[in-house]
């Protein structure tokens, strides 16, 4: 059976994902034909860092730019080089030479330097390809799907609609329709039927009309966020949509940190990525956890038999 083929997008080069694919490299092989979107030269210089020999068949996708990479820094030049790195990965995946995108991780400080619009991966692809992209984190044991993700807590409450919410619900069932999901509350106690805040009242009217559309009840809330992980409850329900980013990162984080995986649904092509950041403090020193990203690649390639 031909083995897929996956465009690798390098991440933040300051940070410690041209690390993790070197040491993963001959593992990932055995499960696809890897392209990484990183030119030789910038490369020679990251193998010559980490003291290590460059696989004879680590094939290259040519990304024009040269940088002089600063281990732990944050710098607009390594911003641009990991965008750079990653819409070729797209493109590679929008004509058909790849079979989807994994990507290393970025630094969104270093993307705001480069003079870049974007908040990271997922809002890039959401307007590139003008379709709600949803950003779902976890690993076998636990997903959790944000309805909002990079965006300042203050604005959250506001930012639960109606609309906005059923149509991530039905963009959610189109994206994983079997499993049942349990909806998190935005409130302590999930609002106490309006003593605590009247927000899940729209969540649960959203939920409803999304359950009778569907013709089934996939979507279960609002449900009380500071109970929904606890052993009893999660073990009926390994999918989960927060509310805010930190609602449902801190838990699973906390639970699955090494075997996570980014999951982006909804979109025409297949990304997934690392479910952890550039680690300056480490990088360049041989002390990259690999796990995430073989997952990251694992998942890719079950989406595509899906």
């Not at 392209?35 to 990304?63: G, M, S, W």
């Not at 919410?165 to 079997?178: T, V």
Request: include cysteine; glycine fraction near 6%; proline fraction near 5%.
């Amino acid at each position: 059976m031909k083995k897929p083929t996956i465009a690798v997008s390098v991440g933040d080069l300051n940070g410690v994902g041209i690390e993790i694919a070197l040491k993963a490299h001959t593992e990932i092989s055995k499960l696809c034909h890897p392209i990484y979107c990183i030119n030789k030269e910038i490369l020679t210089q990251a193998c010559r860092l980490l003291k290590c020999e460059l696989p004879k068949d680590f094939q290259l996708h040519k990304v024009a730019g040269s940088l002089t990479i600063e281990p732990g820094k944050t710098t607009k030049e390594s911003g641009r080089y990991s965008y750079d790195s990653f819409m070729a990965a797209v493109k590679l995946c929008e004509e058909k030479r790849a079979d989807a995108v994994v990507t290393l991780p970025i630094h969104k400080e270093a993307w705001m330097m480069a003079g870049l619009e974007y908040k990271g991966h997922t809002d890039l692809l959401r307007k590139h390809f003008n379709k709600e992209a949803i950003m779902m984190l976890g690993c076998p044991q636990m997903f959790v799907a944000l309805f909002t993700e990079h965006i300042p807590l203050k604005d959250v409450a506001s930012s639960i609609q109606y609309d906005k919410l059923k149509e991530f619900f039905m963009d959610l069932h189109n994206s994983i329709q079997k499993p049942q999901i349990a909806v998190l509350g935005l409130n302590p106690h999930a609002g106490d039927n309006g003593v605590l805040g009247n927000e899940e009242l729209i969540i649960k009217e959203a939920i409803k009309n999304a359950n009778e559309e569907i013709g089934f009840k996939q979507f279960v809330g609002p449900v009380v966020p500071d109970v929904a992980f606890a052993p009893y409850f999660k073990d009926n329900y390994n999918y989960f949509v927060a509310m805010y980013h930190d609602q449902g990162l801190a838990p699973l984080k906390a639970l699955y940190f090494d075997e996570s995986v980014n999951i982006s649904l909804n979109l025409p092509i297949i990304r997934t990525s690392v479910d952890h950041g550039t680690a300056f403090d480490i990088a360049y020193k041989n002390k990259a956890n690999i796990l995430s990203y073989i997952n990251a690649v694992s998942s890719a390639i079950k989406l595509m038999q899906e």
